[in-house]
C-alpha cells in the first residue's frame, strides 16, 4: 500500500496551511482489518491503538521545522498508546483530533500501511495485544522530489 493523503489535507496544504499546523496535537491510529481505498473513505476493520503523547490522550506533534523536504516526530515527546484490541495491525490514520473516522473529503488525514519494514509506519510487531503499550520511535512524513 502506498501512503495516501486526503482530499482534506491536499486542499488544506495548497489553500491554507500548512499539514504541519493542519495535525498539530492530532493522533496515530492503528487498526486491523482490510485497508479503506483512500484516506476520505470511512475506517474499516478495529481499531487498535491510539497514539498519543505518553498515552495519556494528548495529541502528537511534528518537530519544529522541515528539513530536506521531510517533517519527522517531535523528538521531545513520547509517542506511545496502550492498545484497546487484539489483532494485527495493517493500516494507520495520523488525523487530526476532530477526525471522526467517517467518509470525509474535508478531514486532513494521513493513511499509510503498517509493517516491520518497508512499510509506512514500521513496528517491531504488528501483533498487537489488548492492554500492551505501543510505542513509536520514528516517524516521518515527505513530499517527492519532481
Not at 497514539?51 to 502528537?60: D, R
Not at 484497546?84 to 494507520?92: D, E, F, H, K, N
Request: charged fraction near 10%.
Amino acid at each position: 500500500m502506498a501512503f495516501k493523503t486526503s482530499t482534506g489535507a491536499r486542499n488544506s496544504m495548497l489553500s491554507s496551511g500548512s499539514l504541519k499546523s493542519a495535525l498539530t496535537a492530532g493522533f496515530i491510529k492503528i487498526y486491523s482489518g482490510t485497508v479503506p481505498a483512500t484516506a476520505d473513505a470511512a475506517v474499516t476493520g478495529t481499531l487498535l491503538c491510539t497514539i498519543s503523547i505518553n498515552s495519556a490522550g494528548t495529541g502528537i506533534n511534528f518537530d519544529t521545522a522541515a528539513s530536506g523536504g521531510v517533517l519527522s516526530k517531535a523528538t521531545s515527546e513520547v509517542w506511545s498508546g496502550v492498545n484497546v484490541a487484539t489483532g494485527t495491525a495493517s493500516y494507520y490514520r495520523h488525523v487530526a483530533s476532530s477526525d471522526d473516522g467517517t467518509l470525509s473529503t474535508t478531514a486532513v488525514r494521513l493513511q499509510g500501511a503498517v509493517g516491520l519494514v518497508g512499510a509506512e509506519l514500521n513496528l517491531s510487531s504488528v501483533s498487537l495485544t489488548s492492554g500492551a503499550t505501543q510505542t513509536i520511535d520514528y516517524y516521518s512524513v515527505a513530499l517527492p522530489t519532481l
